[in-house]
């Protein structure tokens, strides 16, 4: 057997280890865990309120722009921290790159701020 094919093989059987974990686990917990249902349990909710009305009514949208903002942020961090790591060997052109990339997404973050996203009220 080449040694290619045998890293492979390696690959191959520590995925079907994990996948036979992961399986043995879920069926444990299937098995073992208490069954008592309710009309309660099966009950929409929702944020801590009782849903009332259609689902429309209940949410609003900017708790999902909220989100959608923050999830926007979260990837702005992950792309300034390998800049930030490889500065030296980016340069100038790097460091102007990214000053874009903050202005934009800088003007994202006003413009939400400006049409009141932001508000919790």
Request: hydrophobic letters at 60%.
């Amino acid at each position: 057997m080449s040694e290619l094919l045998r890293a492979y093989l390696t690959v191959v059987v520590f995925l079907a280890a994990a996948g036979m974990l992961v399986g043995v686990s879920l069926g444990m917990g299937r098995l073992l865990r208490p069954k008592r249902p309710s009309a309660q349990k099966a009950m929409t909710y929702e944020s801590g309120v009782d849903p009332v009305g259609s689902i429309f009514g209940q949410s609003q949208v900017r708790y999902y722009i909220f989100a959608l903002l923050f999830v926007m942020f979260d990837v702005e961090a992950v792309f300034i921290f390998p800049w930030a790591l490889g500065l030296e060997v980016y340069g100038v052109f790097g460091l102007v790159e990214m000053t874009i990339f903050i202005v934009i997404l800088a003007l994202g973050l006003l413009y939400a701020w400006r049409k009141g996203v932001l508000r919790w009220v």
